[in-house]
């Protein structure tokens, strides 16, 4: 069955969030999330993000991917070489 959720018809509070310091090199690492969906596995999430400018040092596990659709932002995403 298809489930269709329009964002904007769907209510939903903002999570505030703040990474470890040691993921953030720069900046003011705050968030906040709109989660709209997290699908039944719990791996999978659907919303809306905002973050302030920083530097954020993120590394993925071997399962985890990322989907974003960029509307209103200044960035630079740089793969750095494994340790």
């Not at 900046?27 to 530097?55: M, R």
Request: aromatic content about 10%; some cysteine; charged content about 20%.
């Amino acid at each position: 069955m298809v489930r269709i959720i329009h964002f904007e018809q769907n209510e939903v509070a903002a999570e505030h969030i703040v990474p470890p310091p040691e993921k953030c090199s720069a900046g003011n690492p705050a968030q906040k999330i709109w989660n709209h969906y997290t699908d039944p596995t719990g791996l999978f999430f659907s919303g809306v993000w905002q973050g302030e400018p920083c530097v954020l040092n993120v590394q993925y596990a071997k399962h985890e991917e990322e989907f974003c659709m960029l509307i209103d932002i200044v960035a630079s995403c740089t793969k750095l070489p494994k340790l």
